[in-house]
């Protein structure tokens, strides 16, 4: 039996947008299953990071059925932060199937698994002036088009949640 290369890409993924549906088709390209570990994933109702770990499961896995994407090829795992940056990679190994690829553009992620010992791949940006989780939660506040970045699974699920009265409700000021 010939192992299964594995490819692993971390993201907050607040929430999973167009950009990285490019990132994880160009992995998909290179390996034969790939770990998509959710960061963060304590975080929830903060304007940076505005959906718990379970929506953006949801998220994913239905972007990744939207986009032809089967569930024998991933595997989708919450990952919490640690405080301490030089324990991180063992608290990723911990919880994830095992990997030998890392894919990131983040430089502390790059940084912690060459450290490791990794061989870490930096995917190409797409067009990120547009396709970054801060622009479409920037269009959320302020009612521009953020749908059009998002699979409209995703949208979908933002609408289940009533996601946008969440963003909207937690920037308000206490007068
Ligand atoms: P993110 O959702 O912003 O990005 C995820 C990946 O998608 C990145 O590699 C990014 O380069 C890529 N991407 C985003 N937009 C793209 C675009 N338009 N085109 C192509 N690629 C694009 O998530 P992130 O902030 O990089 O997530 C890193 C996670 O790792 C965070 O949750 C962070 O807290 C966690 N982390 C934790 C520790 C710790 O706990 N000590 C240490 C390091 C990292």
Known sequence: ???????????????????????????LDE????????????LSHTLKDPFTAGERTMMISKALTENGITPNKYYITP??????NSLWVAQVKMLTPPFEMIYSGNPLVQRL???AGYKVTTPPLFNREVYSGTEVRNRMLKDDDWKSLLPSSVVDVIEEINGIDRIKHISKKEI
């Open 31 to 42: 390996v034969d299953e790939m770990v998509i570990g959710i960061g963060s994933a304590q």
């Open 79 to 84: 990952i919490q932060d640690v405080t301490r």
């Open 1 to 27: 039996m010939v192992d299964k290369v594995r490819g692993l890409l971390v993201g907050r993924m607040q929430p999973i947008h167009d950009g990285h549906m490019d990132v994880i088709r160009r992995i």
């Open 113 to 115: 698994f060459i450290e």
